[in-house]
DNA sequence: TTCTTTTTGTAACGATCGGCATATTATTTT
DNA sequence: AAAATAATATGCCGATCGTTACAAAAAGAA
């Protein structure tokens, strides 16, 4: 059967520019003019490709999703719950501020649509947290089944605790933090992370932040 | 001089009506209809009155501050830092979950604008957010001067610290969490606040969390 | 070459955006 | 009552929104 006329760009690289876009300006924010001039196509070619503006948003979502992955089973297999609280924490305080210069700081769950007018997409952005946030909480159950967390210790809790403070450095981040100033906040958010042995040292005298 | 026809509609009550519309939907997802529609008037007698939509979201903002001001003073006056810290986190996470049924939850000055086009709101609003953070780190600044703080405590990082985790509970509080959720969290966060005197308990065996 | 298929570029669609010109209505002052 | 003033309602402005018809262009298959 016949092929047709080839496209003229690569689908990935179309979606890392349309994520810088709707990173920077929100999903409502983004005109199609932005991101067809970004990606370098005229607007049929992306419906064609896409669907439509909300297409695109999606795919870009499974994009960022993706990329992040690995750095969530990476934390998730660290064999204690402080230890996957702090590569969590850390973590994010790493990429938020420094995107490597592709991407704005902050986090495109966040910047992309916390509220944007009639649109379902900050439902959406909520839900995909609200998975992170599940993960990290199972991770955490598991941990109160094999002793490395208190019995006392809430699950649910702890993993709304880390999902807030995440989200509060990537804020911080898009307000201009700097990386060093953001693992300040990491490392103090930690110091309240409850210890089963050994009693608990104040963050502010252990590295006199 | 003449007094002309008198206005139709309560200033201060149209800034009510306008807030809630930004704050659902944000400032660029927030039409002049859907304005206009919520306060009862029509366009000119806004523009008359405001200037603009600009304008008028402004005067929103400063409608905005003006009710947290009580808030922040009364905070402020606390008598040793922690406590300033835990009225702080505890007021946020009262007001994030439950603003009276009169506004969504979360917090204005995150919900209106995260990123919004090309649109200088943004900015605005993290201005606003850092001077907040610029009035927590100053009486931080003081507690350390009084020996409320230890010496090697860093009140710039703990204005971030609190500053972060109060936006994070308002994202918290805007993807549905309930009033008690916050408070737990605020509270897990305020186990890291740093004593000059007696040992940190976990916040975890004290409250059972 | 001719046919088929797919993408491309051009141009335009209706809808909605923020904003405003104009004229009418309501009130106070003279 | 007449003039002056200010806010009102109606209707429309150009620009931009997301989206799509349409036809030319570029490839493989016949």
Redesign the pocket.
């Known amino acids: 059967?016949?092929?047709?006329?080839?496209?003229?760009?690569c689908t990935e690289k179309a979606l890392d520019s349309a994520m810088q876009v709707f990173w920077r300006k929100g999903y409502?924010?983004?005109?199609?003019?932005?991101?067809?001039e970004a990606i370098?196509?005229?607007?049929?070619?992306?419906?064609?490709?896409f669907?439509?503006?909300?297409?695109?948003f999606r795919a870009v979502l499974e994009r960022y999703d993706a990329r992040r992955i690995a750095f969530m089973e990476n934390l998730l297999a660290a064999p204690t719950a402080q230890e996957v609280a702090e590569r969590f924490l850390h973590g994010v305080a790493e990429f938020a501020a420094d995107t490597g210069g592709k991407n704005p700081p902050g986090c495109l769950l966040l910047q992309s649509g916390l509220s944007c007018?009639d649109s379902i997409i900050p439902d959406e952005l909520a839900r995909h947290r609200a998975e992170k946030e599940a993960a990290l909480r199972e991770r955490f159950e598991r941990a109160v089944r094999e002793g490395d967390l208190p019995r006392t210790a809430n699950p649910s809790t702890l993993a709304r605790y880390l999902s807030a403070m995440a989200n509060g450095i990537c804020i911080q981040a898009a307000s201009g933090a700097s990386t060093k100033e953001l693992h300040e906040v990491a490392a103090l958010a930690l110091a309240a992370w409850p210890i089963s042995g050994e009693p608990q040292t104040s963050v502010m005298e252990k590295e006199s932040i």
Chains 1, 2 share one sequence.
């Open positions: 059967m016949a092929a047709g006329r080839p496209r003229s760009f409502e924010g983004a005109s199609m003019v932005d991101l067809t370098g196509i005229n607007s049929p070619s992306l419906y064609a490709a669907g439509s503006k909300e297409g695109l007018g």
